[in-house]
């Protein structure tokens, strides 16, 4: 198969995906411009950070006043998924040049690594690194074009649409696949808990980061439990 099917396969496949992100980047753009970042930060801030889920949370962190360490590590950690996804690609990829490399490891959001992962899997045509290529260029076009949409309309956007939605729709359309799975059906519930009750007792804001370490203990302590 040629790149350019490949790649236009990619596309395809994470097209779906792309609707919750649309009311998800509208979102991020009028966030952004009411809290008093300029347009300008706010399209460098997507352009350069390229995370619809951490680019939320320092905005929510920022409007709440938390302190830029808490801001930041929790923005670290948020983005840490990203490490888990290069490693379980890196075997499918591991005969690229490194501008190809470094190329395709921007791209590789959520939704990308959600849709291709599956495809490198089944596929052993060399060019399949393409499939990743095409459905991150997607998500990139989708998410920049409606962050610039939400700088534009900004408050003209009236709050009964209700778009707030999108931010947890978006993600839950990617856990759909892991709730076939005892084990994270029972992390997810845990780090849900301990990030809503967190939201409200544990200081400086730093839940997320409290819930995401406990979610992963949780799923170390569980997969060894079960292994025995």
Same mark, same amino acid.
């Given at each position: 198969?040629?790149?350019?099917?490949?790649?236009?396969?990619? +596309?395809?496949?994470?097209?779906?995906?792309?609707?919750?992100?649309?009311?998800?980047? =509208?979102?991020?753009?009028?966030?952004?411009?009411?809290?008093?970042?300029? @347009?300008?930060?706010?399209?460098?801030?997507? =352009?350069?950070?390229?995370?619809?889920?951490?680019?939320?949370?320092?905005?929510?962190?920022?409007?709440?006043?938390?302190?830029?360490?808490?801001?930041?590590?929790?923005?670290g950690a948020v983005n840490s998924r990203h490490l888990?996804?290069?490693?379980?690609?890196?075997?499918?990829?591991?005969?690229?040049?490194?501008?190809?490399?470094? +190329?395709?490891?921007?791209? /590789? +959001?959520?939704?990308?690594?959600?849709?291709?992962?599956?495809?490198?899997?089944?596929n052993e045509n060399k060019n399949r690194y393409f499939?990743?290529?095409?459905?991150?260029?997607?998500?990139?076009?989708?998410?920049?074009?409606?962050?610039?949409?939400?700088?534009?309309?900004?408050?003209?956007?009236?709050?009964? =649409?209700? /778009?707030?939605?999108?931010?947890?729709?978006t993600f839950l359309a990617l856990l759909v696949n892991?709730?076939?799975?005892?084990?994270?059906?029972?992390?997810?519930?845990?780090?849900?808990?301990?990030?809503? /009750?967190?939201?409200?007792?544990? @200081?400086?804001?730093?839940?997320?980061?409290?819930?995401?370490?406990?979610?992963?203990?949780?799923?170390?302590?569980?997969?060894?439990?079960?292994?025995?």
């Open positions: 198969m040629s790149k350019f099917k490949i790649f236009s396969q990619g +596309i395809i496949d994470v097209s779906p995906l792309m609707i919750p992100v649309v009311p998800f980047g =509208l979102i991020f753009g009028v966030l952004a411009i009411d809290i008093g970042f300029t @347009p300008l930060e706010t399209m460098g801030m997507s =352009l350069i950070v390229f995370g619809g889920a951490s680019q939320i949370v320092l905005l929510q962190l920022f409007s709440g006043g938390a302190s830029s360490l808490v801001i930041i590590s929790s923005v888990l996804y290069g490693a379980v690609v890196s075997e499918h990829l591991s005969d690229l040049k490194l501008i190809w490399k470094i +190329i395709i490891s921007y791209f /590789l +959001i959520d939704q990308a690594f959600a849709i291709s992962n599956e495809y490198l899997k089944r499939h990743l290529f095409g459905a991150g260029a997607t998500c990139w076009i989708i998410w920049q074009s409606t962050t610039f949409l939400g700088i534009v309309l900004g408050a003209a956007i009236p709050e009964k =649409l209700g /778009l707030s939605f999108a931010v947890p729709l892991d709730f076939r799975k005892f084990i994270n059906v029972i992390v997810i519930i845990i780090s849900g808990f301990v990030s809503t /009750l967190g939201y409200n007792y544990i @200081p400086f804001k730093a839940y997320i980061i409290i819930a995401a370490l406990t979610g992963l203990i949780s799923a170390i302590i569980l997969t060894k439990i079960i292994k025995k």
